[in-house]
């Protein structure tokens, strides 16, 4: 059964990847604000840890800034204006639903906090954690089917199709690159056990038609107003 979060009106899920960088820096929040206005609802920020136990919303390909971490976000802010704190994004933006990728457990404490002062998290907030099973097993523990999580590299997360037995899974969605993502029965599999399907990075025409034309349930893209169009010409456009 499809967990809450995704709750979409049987439309595809339309993820902005860090906001509408057309419009603004990406990760900021104008560049969120602008993404919401064109009509998206769900948002993906990376997921950083500075001092203080702060996180904030900012690409890292091994989840940490080292550079970063000895400096709380006001201090931060005067080389990185557009820097914005991952609860500011959320207070902004109410009617948005955010998945929160955490690529290093060394943010895992402060990223269970934040969740567990939020208000109906089940149908707002969702965490990928590619390559750190256990911290998906933690918040699985922790906030039981209420939290929406999806797949690991193992439950598979990157490839689609899943390393380890189903009985162990616990997975909403599964993120995958959009170069694997190729078999219609592979997709159909999925989709049929509740779990979403979500390529990434979406950011051509071409890639779009033919992903939805293999019926995935997601896409994750840079490319928003181009997504949207391509849904609106296929009545996908929740």
């Known amino acids: 059964m499809?967990?809450?979060?995704?709750?979409?009106?049987?439309?595809?899920?339309?993820?902005?990847?860090?906001?509408?960088?057309?419009?603004?820096?990406?990760?900021?929040?104008a560049a969120y604000q602008a993404a919401f206005d064109l009509g998206f609802?769900?948002?993906?920020?990376d997921v950083v840890q500075v001092a203080?136990?702060?996180?904030?919303?900012?690409?890292?390909?091994?989840?940490r800034q080292r550079s970063w971490e000895?400096?709380?976000?006001?201090?931060?802010l005067d080389q990185h204006p557009q820097l914005a704190r991952v609860q500011d994004l959320i207070d902004a933006?109410?009617?948005?639903?955010?998945?929160?990728?955490?690529?290093?457990?060394?943010?895992?404490?402060?990223?269970?906090?934040l969740l567990a002062r939020q208000p109906n998290i089940h149908g707002r907030f969702a965490i990928s954690a590619p390559f750190h099973g256990r911290i998906l097993k933690a918040a699985r523990?922790?906030?039981g089917n209420e939290l929406c999580t999806s797949a690991s590299l193992l439950e598979g997360s990157l490839v689609g199709q899943p390393l380890i037995p189903l009985s162990r899974q616990h997975a909403d969605a599964?993120?995958?690159?959009?170069l694997?993502?190729?078999?219609?029965?592979?997709?159909?599999?999925?989709?049929?056990?509740?779990?979403?399907?979500?390529?990434?990075?979406?950011?051509?025409?071409?890639?779009?038609?033919?992903?939805?034309?293999?019926?995935?349930?997601?896409?994750i893209t840079d490319e928003h107003q181009l997504l949207k169009d391509v849904l609106q010409r296929k009545g996908l456009w929740a």
């Open 2 to 29: 499809t967990h809450q979060f995704y709750d979409n009106g049987g439309y595809v899920v339309a993820m902005s990847h860090a906001g509408d960088s057309s419009a603004a820096p990406a990760s900021s929040l």
């Open 41 to 45: 609802r769900y948002f993906q920020i």
């Open 52 to 63: 203080g136990n702060e996180l904030v919303a900012g690409h890292a390909i091994t989840g």
């Open 70 to 76: 000895g400096s709380t976000h006001s201090e931060l």
């Open 93 to 113: 933006i109410p009617g948005a639903r955010w998945n929160l990728e955490i690529k290093s457990s060394f943010a895992r404490h402060a990223l269970f906090e």
């Open 141 to 143: 523990q922790r906030f």
């Open 174 to 178: 599964v993120q995958i690159m959009y």
């Open 180 to 219: 694997l993502a190729r078999s219609r029965k592979q997709i159909a599999k999925r989709t049929a056990e509740g779990i979403q399907y979500q390529p990434w990075p979406v950011n051509s025409e071409k890639e779009m038609d033919r992903l939805l034309d293999l019926g995935v349930t997601g896409i």
